[in-house]
């Protein structure tokens, strides 16, 4: 157990609906970052905010937005879901954004779009 | 930019066999390197990590070391057990610009399937 919880573990929704992930980082940890799986993209970087603010984007869609609020947790908004977004999401989460930090990851949502 | 290459799996072995799972990397500057590893149906777990050249990760069997000349961190584990099946992912921590955000880039993963 990484310390890093997230809900829900699976969503299932129909196409251009919108969902809300939900992650809670490890205790004192003030560094959140959210990736996606997916068979033909692997694994890769959305989002990344530290102590509710925003510190880097990756390959996040417009479609798709997230914040941290002010006792650390996170959510990322995924709206007009298309049947691509289907894939795995994942929180982390690190003590600050050090290049020697660890990312302690969660256990992921699975989002399936139908 | 930065990125991230694995050796394609699936690679299977016998129990007590030996492990290599290449990685290679491309980046500036002086990254931290990471081995994760997802089994079934979980997460990803940190499975080593080493900070700077010639760094030498291990943990449960499992080795690594930094090798800047070559840009390598290859995985290595001397003899493999059924329970080590699972997808490992090799990464490193991008430090872009001046900001250092710290996000991870990942390889695409090697599946190790290990047979009894």
């Known amino acids: 157990d990484s310390g890093v919880t997230q809900t829900p573990k699976h969503l299932i929704t129909a196409t251009g609906q919108r969902v809300t992930l939900r992650c809670s980082p490890r205790s004192g940890d003030l560094s959140v970052y959210w990736y996606q799986q997916s068979l033909d993209q692997g694994l890769q970087f959305l989002i990344q905010?530290?102590?509710?603010?925003?510190?880097a984007k990756g390959n996040i869609l417009e479609r798709f937005s997230a914040q941290q609020f002010p006792d650390l947790h996170s959510e990322l908004n995924l709206s007009s879901l298309e049947l691509g977004d289907s894939a795995l999401y994942f929180c982390a989460s690190s003590v600050g954004s050090s290049v020697t930090d660890t990312q302690y990851f969660g256990p992921g949502t699975r989002l399936t779009v139908l | 930019g930065n990125s991230v290459t694995q050796m394609e799996g699936p690679v299977t072995l016998s129990e007590e066999a030996f492990l290599t799972i290449n990685c290679t990397y491309t980046?500036?500057?002086?990254?931290?390197l990471f081995w994760y590893v997802q089994y079934p149906g979980e997460g990803l777990q940190l499975l080593l990590k080493a900070t700077k050249a010639d760094d030498k990760g291990s943990n449960k069997g499992f080795e690594a070391t930094y090798r800047k000349e070559t840009t390598s961190f290859h995985l290595e584990k001397g003899s493999v057990q059924v329970s080590d099946s699972a997808v490992y992912f090799c990464?490193?921590?991008?430090?872009?610009?001046?900001?250092?955000?710290?996000?991870?880039?990942f390889g695409q993963g090697t599946t190790l399937q290990v047979k009894p």
């Open positions: 990464a490193l921590r991008d430090v872009q610009g001046s900001s250092n955000t710290g996000k991870l880039i």
């Open positions: 905010y530290y102590n509710g603010e925003e510190r």
């Open positions: 980046a500036t500057g002086y990254p931290s």
